[in-house]
């Protein structure tokens, strides 16, 4: 609190002389004003900074989500292909594929996906066909590869038409 001393001079109206000499105390209440004034402050300054926040979060998680969830579909691909790779025979790792070698891989990745991988991730990769044609893109391939001469009989071995 602040006290402040009025002088004499300034209080004539003050009923007995004594009190006039020695000056009048007055209290000024300002730590009762300034938490009165933080109060109000955060009453209003609250809900615009949870608006904020909440904003914020609305705009970026859709992004976060949509990061994550492609990084899963990555691994979920490398996974079901690194998995095809070894259990075509006549197929290997850093090897050039040629094109029935290459249709059995995408074929055996595309079934092993279908019976291991959750079903919001295969949607997520876009459907079967769609996780079909993103190992196919991975597989190294002899030049001949096409995705018609490749990819659509290995849709069709696995019992899925081309999109």
């Known amino acids: 609190m602040i006290r402040l001393l009025a ?3 300034a209080l004539c109206l003050c009923a007995r002389p004594a009190v ?3 000056g009048i105390a007055v209290v000024l209440p300002w730590g009762a004003w300034l938490v009165a004034f933080a109060e109000a402050v955060q009453a209003v300054l609250s809900p615009v900074l949870v608006a904020l926040v909440t904003g914020l979060v609305a705009r970026f998680v859709p ?3 949509y990061v994550i969830s492609r990084s899963v579909v990555e691994g979920v691909v ?3 292909t690194d998995y095809a790779l070894n259990a075509v025979e006549g197929a290997a790792k850093g ?3 040629t094109v029935p070698v290459g249709s059995a891989v995408i074929a055996a990745a595309v ?3 279908a019976d291991t991988v959750p079903g919001f991730l295969i949607r997520a990769a876009g459907s079967l066909p769609g996780l079909a044609e993103t190992v196919f ?3 190294d391939l002899e030049p001949a ?3 018609a001469n490749t990819l659509a009989p290995a849709l069709g071995a696995a019992g899925l038409a081309a999109r």
């Open 145 to 147: 590869a096409t995705a």
């Open 95 to 97: 090897q050039v594929l």
């Open 137 to 139: 893109r991975r597989l």
């Open 20 to 22: 006039a000499a020695e």
């Open 63 to 65: 992004l976060a989500s």
């Open 7 to 9: 002088p004499a001079a």
């Open 78 to 80: 490398r996974h079901v």
């Open 111 to 113: 079934q092993r996906a």
